[in-house]
């Protein structure tokens, strides 16, 4: 899988204002299924703007984000500062350049929605490498489907299939990812960990925060923080769509608030035996 540069061109500065959290029991739950007890070292792999990096470092004696956007590692190093994490190094590199990168040992390597953009048993077998024996690598995503639906706090939803319409309007109906098209990994993460060294991995499961409520403003920035929606896709057409899904949000919205519920978060885990 060769890397495209323009994949998240000009997102970083929408992907903290768009993106949901992660449950709030995440913390918790890597420390029950893994150790994150304050000990050993993170690598946070495809990182973005930190937004796992910095939750986790805490829980670490040291983590390292690594990412190949430079935009998203300054915008990373940037909330850090912000936030008083002074643990954390930031590394500009591919996924499959790990074995190159002389990182050290970790006792934890993450993928937070970032694995299926890589050659993903090439990579995982890199992680395999550098991990401690006993060290778990931590694949995330959050997943609507098959988990139960909670009560919402009383607002619309987010009409996420009318969006996705109006940007096949504008984008063509293939879904677009920087230059090209996005291809889909053929089968599921545990799939290809289990091709590798790690072999069968464990589904865990957090539960999502069924109280995130978005205004526009965060709505618009989270669509545009998506490989499928990025802004400079849309050309000198921009502020057409943006008007439009502007409007389109509004008239879900009476009270300029719609319910985000992103899924549960789901933990995919392997294991290095001791």
């Known amino acids: 899988m060769s890397y495209d540069p323009t994949i998240y061109l000009g997102v970083a500065r929408y992907y ?5 959290p992660y449950s709030a029991e995440l913390v918790t739950t890597l420390n029950r299924e893994v ?12 990182c973005g703007p930190g937004i796992l990096t910095i939750e986790l470092a805490p829980h670490v004696e040291e983590a390292i984000g690594l990412d190949p956007d ?11 500062r912000q ?34 953009w890589t050659d993903r048993e090439r990579v995982a077998e890199a992680v395999y490498d550098l991990l ?72 865990v499961f957090a539960p999502g925060r069924p109280d995130i409520v978005r205004d526009i403003d965060s709505l618009v920035a989270g669509y ?12 000198d057409q921009r502020q057409e769509f943006e008007a439009e899904l502007r409007a389109l949000l509004a008239r879900h919205a009476p009270d300029g608030l719609l319910w985000d519920w992103p899924g549960d978060t789901e933990i995919v885990i392997a294991t290095k035996p001791t």
Request: charged share 20%.
């Open 224 to 235: 545009y923080s998506m490989s499928w929606a990025a802004p400079h896709l849309f050309g």
């Open 70 to 80: 430079a935009a998203m590692l300054a915008e990373g190093a940037r909330r850090a």
């Open 83 to 116: 936030h008083g994490v002074t643990n954390i190094e930031w590394a500009q590199a591919l996924a499959e350049d790990i074995p190159s990168q002389h990182l050290g040992t970790f006792s934890l390597v993450t993928f937070g929605q970032s694995f299926q």
């Open 16 to 20: 903290v204002q768009g993106r949901p």
């Open 35 to 46: 150790g994150l007890d304050g000990r050993g070292r993170l690598l946070d792999v495809g």
């Open 132 to 203: 401690e024996p006993g060290g778990a690598i931590v694949v995330l995503a959050h997943t609507v489907r098959g988990r139960p639906r909670p009560t919402g706090p009383g607002y619309p939803p987010i009409p996420h299939g009318e969006v996705e319409a109006l940007v096949r309007r504008f984008l063509g109906p293939r879904r677009r990812a920087g230059q090209g098209f996005a291809s889909l990994p053929p089968d599921r993460y545990e799939d290809a960990l289990a091709r590798t060294r790690f072999g069968t991995a464990r589904i």
